[in-house]
């Protein structure tokens, strides 16, 4: 199973990004997905997760409302757009296949990780 995930990149507070994460090698749409992060010096944190159908999102306090999940079973992609961005954003995000169906928001729930993507948001 590989998950690839895209999208980080250097923005303004206030601005927006799409990350992407591409998944392979399993059966994608069985499974829920999940977005953690990881700033400098601090521990993986959860940041939101869909179910195996789409149906039902989850969102840590932090990012509901600013941010969105979701998921494109035709092309094994989930996507997390990333609205009014602030600096306390700034992480490594990394995109994670749970084990489960429905969505999790612990790091033991998911049993395959992306790579990661750099997320830096500037005042």
């Known amino acids: 199973v590989q998950l690839q995930a895209s999208g980080g990149g250097l923005v303004q507070a206030g601005g927006s990004l799409r990350l992407s994460c591409a998944a392979s090698?399993?059966?994608?749409?069985?499974?829920?997905m999940g977005w953690f992060r990881q700033a400098l010096g601090k521990e993986r944190e959860f940041v939101a997760a869909?179910?195996?159908?789409?149906?039902?999102?989850y969102y840590a306090d932090s990012v509901k409302g600013r941010f969105t999940i979701s998921r494109d079973s035709a092309k094994n992609t989930v996507y997390l757009q990333m609205n009014s961005l602030k600096p306390e954003d700034t992480a490594v995000y990394y995109c994670?296949?749970?084990?489960?169906?429905?969505?999790?928001?612990?790091?033991?729930?998911?049993?395959?990780w992306g790579q990661g993507t750099l997320v830096t948001v500037s005042s």
């Open positions: 994670a296949s749970s084990r489960f169906t429905g969505w999790a928001r612990q790091t033991y729930d998911y049993d395959y």
């Open positions: 090698g399993r059966t994608f749409s069985s499974y829920a």
């Open positions: 869909i179910s195996w159908s789409g149906g039902s999102t």
